[in-house]
């Protein structure tokens, strides 16, 4: 009886290991990992600026281990998810604390408000757009150089097996392009142009990235822009349920442009580029596939500019039961299916040309 009852408990263990394979790992399967982005991926680089944009403060960081951090959402984010799936202990800090030999194993350079133009989120205060991030990621890479006995070598070796994901660009539809009341942008821009010059500029800065050492980058697309709060309540006709599907339409010209520039960027020697098609991984409008009841309103109080929570207010108390925690960001229950999807793909659409867990691997 005794030993039948070890059978059933191991045969039990064994079950949830393979459940969780592999997003567990006993050690990091790349040595370090890179962020760069908006708040989406901010882990506190904000919270000594002045801005608007701040997530230091509850609600914040209520489902946290470390309470608010300067994370937009209750708990972890799409980028907290993906390094443990790539076995890190504990997630990037900060470019603005990150410090001594941690630096080796990865730093978030991410920015709420941040976007690909510069101009992009000024309107919340202080932010670091994506070509300050690269010259944060500068100054890391001149650190590492340090710490590797200033070998050039050893430097290139460690940052060409490292993870980079760079998600950008909300910010400068958000923030930029659909301001509301018309931006004089819209005069001069189409939305297909505006694409055009958001992708012309990333690709600069993706070049930036690759010459101080960066080979494996993942590119995260846009989500489904005209299903967040912010986007219902302002821009959604009366009586019409659902998300707005204009701004989807837009978002989808800049996220069809990934593939191609991935194609381009793949041929510079040794490059290693993919995208992660965050539409089409997203709950988006349809957020009962996940579980999710509430995906058109937010989990707390918020302020109309910038959406944010207010802050000591007590969030919902169910919040696995929200898509968003506040008007622009999503709960940690939102974000944790498309996070597993971009690491080992469930469709090929998920992911081009292969997953994360896949480029870790070469």
């Known amino acids: 009886m005794a030993s039948a009852s070890i059978i059933w408990f191991l045969g ?37 600026l002045m801005t608007l944009a701040k997530a230091n403060f509850h609600p914040y960081g209520i489902d946290y281990p470390g309470g608010p951090t300067g ?15 790539l076995g890190f202990d504990h997630h990037m800090p900060p470019f603005s604390t990150a410090n001594g030999d941690q ?21 919340c205060g202080e932010r670091f757009h994506i070509m300050a991030q690269l010259d944060h990621h500068r100054t890391t890479v001149s650190r590492i150089k340090q710490l590797k006995g200033n070998n050039d070598q050893a430097t290139q070796e460690h940052l060409s097996k490292c993870i ?18 018309a931006n004089p942008k819209d005069v001069v821009f189409t939305p297909d142009k505006w694409a055009e010059d958001l992708i012309g500029r990333y690709n600069t800065f993706l ?7 960066a080979r494996k980058i993942v590119l995260w697309g846009l989500g489904p822009i005209g299903c967040e709060p912010s986007q219902v309540k302002a821009l959604r006709m009366a009586g019409k349920p659902g998300c707005v599907d204009m701004v989807n339409h837009i978002v989808s010209l800049y996220n069809n442009r990934f593939a191609p520039l991935v194609d381009e960027l793949n041929k510079l020697p040794d490059a290693k580029f993919i995208f992660v098609n965050n539409t089409h991984i997203s709950p988006g ?15 707390c109080t918020t302020v109309a500019v910038p959406g944010t929570c207010i802050r000591g207010m007590p ?8 898509s968003f925690f506040d008007s622009y960001h999503p709960t940690e ?16 659409q998920d992911v081009y040309p292969m997953d994360i867990s896949r480029l870790a691997q070469l």
């Not at 194993?105 to 000024?122: D, L, M, W």
């Not at 409008?285 to 995906?295: D, E, F, H, L, R």
């Not at 969030?315 to 929200?322: H, M, S």
């Open 164 to 181: 980079y994901t760079v998600g950008i660009g909300s910010n400068d539809y958000m923030n930029n392009y659909l301001v509301v009341p």
């Open 333 to 348: 229950k939102a974000v944790l299916p498309g996070a597993k999807r971009a690491f080992q793909a469930q469709e090929p």
């Open 207 to 213: 070049r930036g990235l690759y010459d101080l050492g």
């Open 71 to 85: 994370r937009f959402t209750n708990g972890r984010t799409y980028v907290d998810f993906i390094a443990e799936f």
């Open 315 to 322: 969030p919902c108390p169910n919040r696995d039961e929200y």
């Open 103 to 123: 630096i080796l194993q990865g730093v978030n350079y991410a920015s709420a408000g941040a976007g690909i133009r510069p101009e992009t989120g000024k309107i």
């Open 12 to 48: 039990c263990i064994l079950i949830l290991s393979l459940n969780l394979t592999p997003f567990v790992a006993a050690v990091p399967i790349v040595p370090g990992y890179y962020i760069f982005g908006d708040s989406l991926a901010d882990s506190g680089n904000n919270n000594n």
């Open 285 to 299: 409008n349809n957020p009962a596939s996940i579980g999710v009841k509430v995906g058109d309103r937010p989990c």
